[in-house]
């Protein structure tokens, strides 16, 4: 592509040594520059691409996009926000390919994940062809990449996007989260169907404050085009707050509250697993087709009440994609869950259950869900989150104290996780003190292990019949279930290896 082709998209504040040539390709990192490429310079938190340039020089860039004028000899150019400036180049680089495809974005403070997943498996079922983008994974096709970001940097996407368009992909699923929001990652993105399920306080230090956190969020619903979809939570205030704040057709769930477009009822959680009726309360209407006022059932494999909600938006993003009914509740009853996301990888005779227990909100809704359940005792292994400051840890603790009593929760198995962290998730001893500090204003006993393997051997030696062992907590604990079921097998050499690894199939956490 000519350079001017691609400059006339952006807004160019000024130039030096400015002449045209065709572009090969785009690149923001400077190692991965190519002779002809165009090199974007990033400003990151950590690392400044301007220092960098004379590196993509030597690599061969055929001219530079800057925010700071450059000591250099070829083309540069300068702009305002040269990450924007990326997302607009990528965009209009690969052919403007997410406008040829449904584009579905998904953000949340919890349940990102499960939802895309839910999503995917009930679009699958209606032999729609999917691509999937998320924390996980990056999926279309035979092509399968483990996910480095939650949604990938600009050019990466929209180099996604024309792979997915020329494997003839036409609905793409992808988490969306507030970093991408705000770093313009998602800039350009033609989406379809945009949701916002819940918002709680995660990430708050990333962007200075909730208020900031909830309008990079706000800003999926709030510039969604107006043939667009926002599907959008009653249960959840903030969700609900924004009904009025889209150009975008609305349309509202309710779990608790029944007055949503869509809402449930006779919900039973008494398995852990959930089973409920789903209520088409208004007609909706999608294109040439619809959806009169109707009940249907769905029972899920997956556990938890947050499951509920997840499922909720899954059913809305399918009707709105035309599938269905009977399709719907098969690829929804079928879907066999995401790795951590509250998955019991063990149930002889009692459960084992392994979930990232990221944050209060995923926190309360996972001890919620135990709440509904039916066991004799609760036995927590938590890792401490590591390298993510006092206000973080003292209010997941602040979380798990608030279900003490309910849940008869006398003690805590903790871990540092020390040999199963990098530094970048290593635990600060003040982090350790602010829990430890919380713990004990609430009377709660904290066995405390440096070591992962040690705390999980400490959890199986209190398991009695009929009781649950929640595996919890992000980073370190990624290695929790296949240490806990190898400890299994150690002492039941008798049993099917393959069976009892069957819920670690196809896993890349902690493998």
């Known amino acids: ?36 490429d165009l090199f974007v310079c990033i400003k990151g938190s950590n690392v400044d691409g301007h220092k960098y340039v004379n590196q993509a020089i030597e690599n061969g860039a055929a001219a530079v996009i800057v925010e700071d004028y450059q000591e250099i000899d070829i083309p540069q ?54 691509g999937l983008i998320g924390t996980v994974m990056v999926k279309y096709g035979d092509f399968i990449e483990p996910a480095i970001l939650t949604t990938p940097e600009s050019l990466d ?26 770093l313009n990652r998602v800039g350009e993105v033609d989406f379809d169907i945009v949701t ?22 706000a800003s999926l619903i709030r510039n969604a085009k107006s043939t667009a979809w926002a599907i959008l939570n009653l249960d959840c205030p903030y969700s609900k707050s924004l009904i009025d704040e889209t150009k ?34 208004n007609p909706i209407k999608v294109d040439n087709m619809g959806y009169e006022p109707q ?9 938890g009440f947050h499951s509920v909600y997840n499922s909720m938006v899954a059913i809305s993003v399918g009707l709105l994609s035309g599938v269905p009914v009977p399709i719907i509740q098969e690829g929804i ?40 359940m039916d066991y004799n005792d609760l036995h927590i292994v938590y890792a401490i989150r590591g390298s993510r400051g006092v206000i973080t840890n003292r209010e997941n603790a602040k979380a798990i104290v608030r ?14 996780s020390r040999s199963h962290v990098a530094e970048k998730d290593r635990v600060r001893d003040e982090e350790i003190e602010v829990f430890k500090e919380i713990m004990d204003e609430a009377n709660i006993k904290v066995h405390l292990y440096d070591e992962l393997p040690d705390a999980i051997s400490h959890g199986l030696s209190k398991v009695s019949k009929e009781d649950i062992l929640l595996l919890a907590g992000c980073q370190g604990m990624d290695y929790g279930a296949k240490i806990v079921l190898e400890e299994i097998y150690k002492s039941k050499p008798n049993m099917d290896k393959k069976e009892l690894f069957r819920a670690l199939g196809n896993r890349i956490a902690g493998m």
């Open 1 to 36: 592509m000519r350079l001017y082709g691609l400059l006339q998209f952006i807004d160019v504040i000024e130039f030096w040594n400015e002449k045209d040539m065709d572009i090969r390709g785009i690149a923001y990192n400077s190692r991965k520059v190519s002779p002809g």
């Open 77 to 130: 150019f300068r702009v305002k926000d040269s990450r924007k400036a990326l997302a607009t180049l990528s965009h209009n680089y690969y052919g403007r390919p997410s406008e040829k495809m449904t584009v579905i974005g998904i953000t949340a403070t919890n349940g990102k994940t499960s939802t895309s997943f839910m999503v995917n498996s009930i679009l699958e079922s209606y032999g729609i062809k999917t």
């Open 157 to 182: 996407l929209q180099r996604h996007f024309a792979q997915m368009n020329r494997k003839g992909v036409s609905h793409v699923v992808m988490e969306v989260s507030s970093s991408a929001l705000e």
């Open 196 to 217: 916002l399920n819940n918002v709680g306080r995660e990430h708050i230090d990333l962007h200075t404050s909730f208020e900031k956190y909830f309008e990079y969020k």
């Open 248 to 281: 975008a057709r609305v349309l509202t769930i309710g779990v608790k509250d029944n007055r949503g477009d869509l809402y449930c009822s006779n919900l039973d959680l008494s398995t852990g697993r959930p089973k409920f009726k789903v209520h088409i309360q």
């Open 295 to 303: 009940e249907f059932n769905i029972d899920l494999f997956v556990p």
């Open 333 to 372: 009853n079928s879907f066999k869950g995401v790795e951590r996301r509250f998955q019991i990888i063990y149930d002889e005779g009692f459960k084992i259950i392994d979930d990232h227990f990221a944050n209060p909100e995923n926190i309360n809704v996972t001890l919620e869900t135990l709440s509904m």
């Open 403 to 416: 279900w003490a009593s309910k849940l008869n929760i006398k003690e805590i198995i903790a871990t540092l």
